[in-house]
């Protein structure tokens, strides 16, 4: 598996090595001793899976306590991925960084406690998997505001993006909680 740190500290973008042949393929999604090895030593407790069509936009999401690590990829179908780094103590405070995760690529996203997340969808439809580090509690979610001028994500749009309605009335940075 090949680990690269990404803009944001502690965010990595990881791809693991594929066997292929005429049959189809084979790779771990995720092996314990790999992912310590490369420095992510994270209890899962809880697996998610979506599906979305083209133009659905999720995020960006975080819960202020209870704050939860996720191990994103697309497992169908392609995503605009996105993470903001929500900790005041970060030189990367407001921060966000993006890549493009496919059933193609293959790659995985590591989304420590203390970020926002958030992806849109590119293709038709896709499927997105991701593990998370602790439960969802509803009462701690918060929702950043996707379109914030302040974080500066260029979306790749071609009009408005379909959102759920947690999703539109997100709070932009400068009004949203965040991590110490």
Not at 27 to 42: I, K, L, Q
Not at 135 to 144: C, G, I, K, N
Not at 153 to 172: C, F, R
Request: aromatic letters at 12%; a negative charge; one cysteine or more.
């Amino acid at each position: 598996m090949q680990v690269t740190p990404t803009a944001l500290p502690d965010v990595l973008l990881i791809e693991p090595r594929v066997f292929g042949d005429e049959r189809g393929f084979f790779y771990e999604s995720f092996n314990r001793r790999a992912f310590a090895a490369a420095g992510v030593t994270a209890e899962f407790v809880q697996d998610n899976h979506s599906r979305s069509r083209r133009g659905v936009l999720r995020g960006l999401h975080y819960q202020i306590e209870r704050a939860q690590g996720k191990l994103v990829r697309a497992v169908a179908g392609e995503v605009f991925d996105v993470v903001v780094d929500l900790r005041r103590s970060s030189p990367t405070f407001g921060k966000s960084m993006s890549c493009v995760l496919s059933a193609a690529n293959k790659r995985m996203l590591w989304v420590p406690p203390g970020f926002a997340h958030g992806f849109l969808v590119l293709s038709d439809d896709a499927e997105f998997l991701y593990k998370t580090t602790d439960y969802w509690f509803p009462e701690h979610e918060r929702t950043l505001l996707w379109n914030d001028p302040a974080l500066g994500i260029e979306w790749p749009l071609a009009g408005e993006p379909v959102l759920a309605a947690k999703d539109a009335a997100g709070k932009l940075l400068s009004a949203a909680d965040t991590y110490v």
